[in-house]
């Protein structure tokens, strides 16, 4: 396969980053130049942002590290879109 330049932006990619809570875990979509605020996510789940140990990602959403899609997760994982992917 080789590789070919897209000639897109970072913040025109979705990232897709996975956290703990409790035994549960969920997924936040947001723009790819988008940092979690560790106030705001606090703010908003209640809790420090806590990404899912290396060990547990496939096994808790059904992806390999680097390719964890919000897409047919395994049951129970929630989605959760950051408003930064709207564009004005």
Known sequence: MRWRKLYVQA????KTLAFSFED???????SG??????????KVFNQR???LP??????????RIGGVCPFALNDGVKVYLYYSLKKT
């Open 33 to 42: 130049m988008t940092r979690i605020s560790n106030q705001k996510f606090k």
């Open 49 to 51: 942002p806590r990404m």
């Open 24 to 30: 549960r875990s969920f997924v936040v979509v947001t």
């Open 54 to 63: 290396h060990d547990q990602v496939e096994t808790m959403t059904g992806y």
């Open 11 to 14: 913040d025109q990619i979705a």
